[in-house]
């Protein structure tokens, strides 16, 4: 009774700001204090109630003037994806229900170039009458649910369409990484579109779903126009099949964009990004004992230059399997390595300055 004239009371109370209140920062506030509640909300009906307060007030308040750029960095568990090309932003959020599973929940704020103003559309999770990967072109109203995190516009002739990243919680046991495409036909929002190629078929979206122990990393590197994303395989191989039992296996597959398509090729490179050339450590000054900032290059060594310190050394690289399938031979090309750089015999050199112990006779 108590939980019911809270909500009635909260209800009435957002209806009322709405009315006399257009500012977004009051609203973002006002917000807040609405997802807190939700967020602390324990039954699933208790989460379901407070969430149409909070889902009803929000819709309200993305259409006040400003706010498709505005930021509503407060609410930290709502999250605000906006295009590289400033014409889209998804507003996203999920709800653990009591068996672990997840509620999605979606609003779409797109400007219509052609009438010059944003366009508003929810997307409806309807998983639960949805197959478990839904493999052909679904309507606003017929969404599987996941949470979105990344965005990349894609020209698909006159049109552009907006290819998704994103994560579903899925159950207690796995989680799944998807790749999906987003476009508008007219003000409509659909999802799905043949733009993911590999060698067997083209997909209209991706999906990738591994054990819940262990996390898939799948993210968009610009400056290669690729998809990039941890391999998966099952845990031992009569696990396949079993996504449950699904990890990455430290190797790593992408799609690539060439043209208007995503093109997989396997096995490819992870390549971390370019170091800034410039980096700083602190060190004492000798003179007056002060710990300062020091600015130093972030330029690599080489271990066989003469100049470098402690370098001058011939560094092999060694297989594994070289090197435990034939020890003595790897034992003799080390041997003739080093014979090359020092003639003497190790056996008559000084442990510490590597000088002859005896010096030689002088002829008479």
Known sequence: MKQLILTIFILFSANVFALSDTS???????????????????TDDEKSNNNFIFKEYLFETLHQEGAFKYPFSKLKSVGFIDSPDGQLRIVNWNIEQEDETQKYYCYLLHIDSKKKKVEYSELIDNSFMLPPRPDGVLEADNWYGALYYKIIPVDKGSKTVYTLLGWDGNSSMSTIKLIDVLYFSGDAPKLGSPLFKTKEMTYKRMFYEHSKKTTMSLKYEEEYDRIIFDHLSPEAPNLKGFYSFYVPDL???????????????EDVI?????????????????????????EIKNKWINPSDEKAPGGGSEHIAVTPEKDIQNPAAQKNELDKKASKHDKRDPSNLNSTLGKDKHRRRRKS
Do not use: C, H, M
């Open 24 to 42: 977004l920062v009051t609203r973002e506030n006002k917000l807040v204090d609405l997802l807190a509640i939700l967020r602390a909300s324990l």
């Open 251 to 265: 190797s790593y597959d992408a799609f690539v964009l060439e043209g208007n398509k995503w093109v997989l090729k």
């Open 270 to 294: 992870g390549v971390n990004k370019a170091n800034d050339p410039n980096s700083y450590v602190y060190v004492q000054n000798e003179r007056n004992g002060k710990v300062e900032k020091k």
